[in-house]
């Protein structure tokens, strides 16, 4: 199949730091992108190359909420803003405008972004996204979101931010100033923050095999990753964790046959088996480099079994796609049996693989 080589240090963008632009370091594109949340700083915390071996001894854990239909690859979902899983690699300072701690009003917006970015400091805020023209957002109704601003053009009058084109491709974007400003200024943000990230550049990370072991067993067996750090942080109580994910994934789509007029509506929402399908890309990138650094032997075709894995997972969000367009229910069943091959191939592998790493 040959989906995923690893990462490499080319995707990442170079420093321009000119008069009138400024673009920060990007690695792009993102090898995880179901949230745009998690492509933004995936995107910035990737630059130090020793983050890759970070990317590849962590990225194993899935989760799925238990009272909604919402699937993330752990501890991806703990780099976003306000978490805590970055902090190994960035620092993050908030800024409130409206909390007293400056003062930024619509006039010196610009020039305040312009200054943090010429800093080295990415900018992530949150603002109404529908003023956004030209972006896929236009024309949607009022919707605060995060974004993440890395670069502007003077000469255009405009930001570079990361995010979805009109395609749903993950793309850089230009924003014009006029409408970033309409952005922040929306009168549904009643507070507006930003965020500043600036990397750590001089940390260095050494894989860890017992680590890497420890979590591939957490996911095999089902068990709360989150338990491992509770005396540092807030432990999460409202996941399914690992391979019992797939157990109660089936059930929301059982469920979705069972009622003449689907109450599940979140069945409309394509993200979370585009996570699904992305958490298998990441079990190859780790694959890849226990191979590339006899950490496992290439003769048990690991990347193989995790290749299928890829392909069964692409089938089922493709059925979701034709399900969510159909809502025939004879789809839901063809899901549920793909769901069920997965999780038992799925299981199958990791068990070698995991053995033959003791």
């Not at 193989?304 to 969000?317: F, H, P, S, T, V």
């Amino acid at each position: 199949m040959g989906l995923i080589n690893m990462l490499n240090s080319n995707n990442i963008t170079n420093l321009v730091n000119e008069e009138s632009v400024v673009e920060l370091p990007i690695y792009f594109k993102s090898p995880i992108y179901y949230s745009l949340n998690v492509a933004t700083n995936i995107s910035i915390i990737l630059t130090n190359p020793e983050s890759h071996k970070w990317f590849y001894n962590c990225f194993l854990q899935l989760v799925l909420y238990k009272n909604e239909f919402k699937i993330d690859i752990y501890p991806a979902n703990m780099v976003e803003t306000n978490r805590y899983g970055g902090s190994l690699f960035r620092h993050e300072d908030k800024i409130d405008i409206d909390g007293g701690m400056c003062t930024i009003t619509p006039d010196n917006l610009i020039s305040t972004i312009t200054t943090w970015l010429r800093k080295n400091y990415y900018v992530i805020s949150y603002i109404d996204v529908s003023k956004l023209k030209n972006t896929r957002y236009d024309k949607w109704a009022e919707s605060r979101h995060s974004n993440m601003v890395f670069g502007f053009d003077d000469d255009i009058k405009a930001f570079k931010m990361i995010d979805y084109s009109k395609k749903g491709h993950l793309s850089i974007i230009p924003v014009k100033y006029d409408s970033f400003i309409n952005a922040a200024y929306s009168p549904i943000i009643k507070r507006r923050e930003f965020h500043l990230i600036r990397l750590k550049r001089n940390v260095a990370y050494e894989f860890d095999l017992d680590l890497y072991k420890t979590f591939l067993n957490d996911y095999i067996n089902s068990f709360d990753t989150s338990k491992r750090y509770a005396h540092i942080m807030n432990t999460y109580k409202k996941y399914w964790w690992g391979l019992s994910v797939y157990e109660h994934l089936n059930d929301l789509f059982k469920q979705a046959t069972l009622h003449k007029h689907n109450h599940l509506h979140r069945l409309t929402y394509y993200q979370p088996l585009h996570a699904l399908y992305e958490h298998k890309k990441c079990l190859l990138y780790s694959i890849r480099y226990l191979e590339e650094n006899n950490y496992l032997s290439r003769s048990l075709k690991s990347c193989m079994d995790i290749e299928k894995l890829i392909g069964l997972a692409n089938q089922i969000r493709m059925l979701f796609l034709k399900y969510s367009r159909t809502r025939d229910k004879d789809i839901i069943s063809s899901i549920i049996n793909t769901i069920n091959l997965l999780c038992n191939e799925e299981t199958n592998a990791l068990h070698k693989i995991y053995n033959a790493l003791k």
